[in-house]
């Protein structure tokens, strides 16, 4: 791989800064200045430092975001609404993440960011049912019935919903574990059952669980076993 295109990839630098920073002496490969920025890499065998500092090449990333409310599920917006990914750091950004599915603009919790379009496509496939749970709170009571209907399925504007889990843990509070993600879907759920949801966070999506540590609005890369266990599901 050529160097600038490595440097691109990992965000760190454009083909021209690359260009400027090996002319300047500022980049090193295996301990030896490079003065060429078209030089070819191994981009795992190879040591590379720009400015002083190791750069490691990886060719996707996966993150988990604490979305924060009033963010909307996307890289760019022509409206000016916030986007997810401005909550990463610019060389992230500059990696092509984009988030792995949505999340309503006041929809809080666990967002997957990723640039591996495969494992995204895989992962919300209507066809591989990976589950996703999230916790809410509605306006009033929900009855036995309320739930059960939920449960077995409701009609949102024409589509029946599939079979879910609904637990309750308070009459107006409780999680729910979808196995499809259809837009708006818990809050049409909910509406179907002439109620209204208040208060709506992802804590799991497939084997990944919303970690504790993270605030709103904070994130970190996933761990190799997550990344593993996203493969398996
Ligand atoms: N269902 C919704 O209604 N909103 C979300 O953000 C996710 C699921």
């Known amino acids: ?34 003065t060429k920025a078209d030089m070819q890499v191994d981009p ?9 500092r190791a750069v490691k090449w990886r060719e996707f990333v996966y993150v988990m975001l604490n979305k924060p409310d009033g963010y909307v599920s996307a890289t760019e917006d022509s409206r ?31 967002m997957l ?15 591989r ?3 996703k749970t999230y916790a809410f709170r509605v306006k009033f009571p929900l009855s036995e019935k309320d ?9 949102i504007g024409g589509y029946l919903t599939k079979p879910c ?9 409780g999680r729910i574990t979808l196995t499809e993600g259809k ?13 209204q949801i208040t208060y709506l966070e992802r804590i799991t999506f497939g084997p990944l669980s919303l970690d504790p540590a993270l605030s709103r609005g904070e994130w970190r890369e996933l761990t190799d076993g997550e990344i593993a266990a996203l493969n398996q599901s």
């Open 44 to 52: 795992i065998a190879d040591v590379v430092t720009f400015c002083g």
């Open 183 to 195: 837009y708006h879907q818990i809050k049409l759920m909910m509406e179907a059952v002439h109620n």
């Open 165 to 173: 889990t609904v637990t309750l843990t308070d009459e107006r509070e």
């Open 129 to 131: 049912h990976v589950a």
């Open 1 to 34: 791989m050529r160097l600038d295109k490595l440097l691109s990839e990992c965000g760190i630098a454009s083909r021209k800064e690359t260009a400027k920073a090996a002319k300047a002496g500022q980049i090193t490969v295996n301990g030896i200045p490079a």
């Open 80 to 110: 000016g609404e916030q986007v997810v990914t401005s909550l990463l750091p610019e060389e992230y950004q500059k990696m092509g993440l984009f988030p792995c599915g949505r999340l309503d603009k006041h929809t809080l919790g666990l």
């Open 147 to 155: 739930v059960s209907e939920l449960q077995s399925g409701v009609d």
């Open 113 to 127: 960011l990723t640039n591996d379009g495969q494992l995204s496509h895989r992962l919300l496939s209507p066809k």
